[in-house]
């Protein structure tokens, strides 16, 4: 089953402009990641953030995790032509836990 | 360094015929994964090995789906017989044994088609 719900499912933005997607998940985590997909590069690994923290920066990528609300999001500011993708938030349930459990996705299109 | 290769990178098939799909992981990445992505929808996980042993496969259809992980390096998914239901993109990971970082290296996916 996937944990991960990402919100809004579509995004279209125009370059320049920041971008913000929302996950929602319904158990206990030991951290979040994020993963971005395009049909070039397969599906990357973002930025991971850990249950005990808040808010974390990787270049113009903010994520922020709220585990009282069960909740992630990640923000993209300055989007570029060549941040469209699909991005997945992903959940691991345990500290030696190695499994992911991914959501459905937003789909990210930035307008040049 | 060389990331996570994967083969063939599409497959076309009538249904009931049979197929594999063969992934070589990050040199000395301990953990490999194989996920299925149906179209619109995010990887679900169907089998995890450790080295050369299976760690979790309990979303595997293991009355046609079948994996396997010899001396813990390279590693081979295998449909027999294959549904319509089954054509989705077959992604294999691979991550290094660390307890406190889990990040997944995914290779490029194999798109299968089921006629």
């Known amino acids: 089953s996937q944990q991960g719900e990402e919100d809004p499912q579509a995004l279209s933005i125009q370059e320049g402009e920041n971008a913000t997607m929302n996950c929602s998940y319904k158990?206990?985590?030991?951290?979040l990641q994020w993963y971005r997909q395009n049909s070039g590069r397969g599906l990357v690994h973002l930025i991971l953030?850990?249950?005990?923290?808040r808010e974390k920066h990787s270049g113009r990528l903010r994520v922020t995790l709220d585990t009282s609300k069960k909740s992630s999001s990640l923000l993209i500011t300055a989007s570029r032509a060549a941040d469209t993708a699909s991005y997945f938030c992903a959940t691991a349930l345990g500290a030696g836990s190695y499994q992911l459990t991914f959501g459905k996705g937003t789909k990210l299109s930035v307008i040049p | 360094e060389a990331g996570v290769a994967q083969s063939p990178r599409y497959k076309i098939i009538e249904k009931r015929q049979s197929v594999a799909f063969w992934c070589n992981p990050i040199?000395?990445?301990?953990?490999l994964y194989w996920y299925q992505q149906i179209l619109g929808q995010g990887p679900k996980l169907l089998i995890q090995?450790?080295?050369?042993?299976?760690?979790?496969d309990s979303q595997l259809p293991k009355d046609r789906f079948s994996a396997e992980r010899l001396k813990g390096v390279d590693s081979t998914l295998k449909i027999q017989p294959a549904k319509l239901e089954d054509s989705a993109v077959y992604l294999c990971a691979s991550s290094a044994r660390d307890r406190l970082i889990n990040e997944q290296f995914f290779g490029p996916g194999t798109r299968l088609t089921v006629l």
């Open positions: 090995f450790q080295n050369n042993g299976v760690v979790d």
């Open positions: 953030i850990r249950s005990n923290e």
């Open positions: 158990t206990s985590i030991n951290n």
């Open positions: 040199s000395g990445h301990a953990t």
